[in-house]
């Protein structure tokens, strides 16, 4: 999104004037998103890392991948995104007719901020024969400069559609980039940007816990670093974590990822125990600052106002769906 359509619509916001609404505590929000869903045909996407209300009241609960597939074939005439903003924006990019709402602008995303499109136009110009791999946790505008997206779920099938000859560039996580690398024996480029939450684990913190609960089994995502997946006994993306524990007969164990999809684990597997692996600061579990900003409040509010709206220049628009396309079109090959 550019600067100017962010300020507009944030101008459009204060001009509605309910930035500073306070809600009747006694409203059953639960009830009011229902029914604006309807009187408004519009569907609710939202990540695993949103909070337990909005997982509830959604209609489609996934990770990056499962997002962006469920927004390219909706029927639906709004599509309002629960996540943070480059999920929303791969949502407009493949609904350019369609209105799409992100409840809270602000809930940006410390991976994709790491990658800023001119810094990598001339990463990227100094590597002239690599194709570019993207992690689809980046802007509209590192999109635009790749060949292909990814996600944590496809990334080892879309790695390995291209011949093993081709050199490539994977941008923007370092540690996913590292994994892949080792999973395909694939010697890529990385670009040195990472995921606040999933840099924070404390090593030493889960090794204490692995200690007084030997019985529980360490899953971690693969935006992890790496001496903490090292000690993983089950690697994955976020829905990869959640079938792990869905199949496996283990009944105990500490998740390396933001702290959002315990709430899909307990409920799928209420007889199992699942514990936050601890980051390396003072807080019991690692939450997403940027996905926690999004609140059923806020919710309620964006869909009744339709704001703050995803807008997009068609030519930043038309240039980032090129590689998402053929990402889509590779997972369903794949058969994921």
């Known amino acids: 999104m550019s600067t100017a359509a962010f300020d507009t619509a944030v101008k459009n916001l204060e001009t509605k004037g309910f930035l500073d609404i306070e809600l009747d505590p006694t409203l059953d929000l639960f009830s009011e998103i229902e029914k604006l869903k309807k009187e408004k045909n519009a569907v609710l996407l939202a990540h695993y890392y949103q909070e337990p209300d909005i997982q509830d009241v959604a209609d489609y609960i996934g990770d990056s991948l499962g997002l962006a597939q469920q927004a390219e074939k909706t029927k639906a005439d709004m599509i309002v995104f629960a996540g943070v903003h480059f999920m929303a924006e791969t949502a407009k990019i493949l609904n350019p007719n369609k209105k799409v ?39 509209a505008g590192i999109k635009a400069l790749s060949d292909v997206i990814c996600t944590s779920s496809n990334a080892k099938y879309i790695v390995e559609s291209f011949p093993k000859e081709q050199p490539l560039i994977f941008a923007p996580d370092r540690n996913l980039g590292a994994y892949i690398s080792k999973t395909t024996g694939r010697d890529m480029v990385l670009w040195n940007g990472a995921c606040m939450v999933h840099e924070i684990f404390s090593l030493e913190k889960i090794t204490k816990l692995k200690v007084r609960h030997p019985e529980a089994k360490l899953i971690a995502h693969p935006e992890c670093e790496e001496p903490v997946l090292r000690l993983a006994d089950y690697i994955g993306s976020t829905t990869g974590l959640l079938k792990y524990t869905q199949t496996d007969d283990t009944q105990s164990y500490i998740v390396a990822t933001e702290t959002g999809i315990l709430h899909q684990m307990m409920k799928a597997s209420p007889h199992k125990t699942f514990i936050p692996a601890p980051p390396n600061n003072s807080c019991a579990c690692n939450d997403c600052p940027h996905m926690k900003l999004n609140t059923l409040e806020k919710l309620y509010l964006c869909m009744k106002y339709e704001q703050p709206e995803i807008l997009m220049e068609e030519s930043l628009r038309q240039a980032a769906l090129k590689p998402i396309k053929r990402m889509l079109e590779i997972s369903k090959q794949a058969g994921i």
């Open 101 to 139: 709402l992100l409840p809270d602008l602000n809930a940006g995303c410390s991976l994709s901020d790491s990658c800023p499109p001119a810094l990598f136009k001339k990463f990227k110009e100094q590597h002239p024969d690599h194709k570019v791999v993207s992690y689809i946790n980046c802007s």
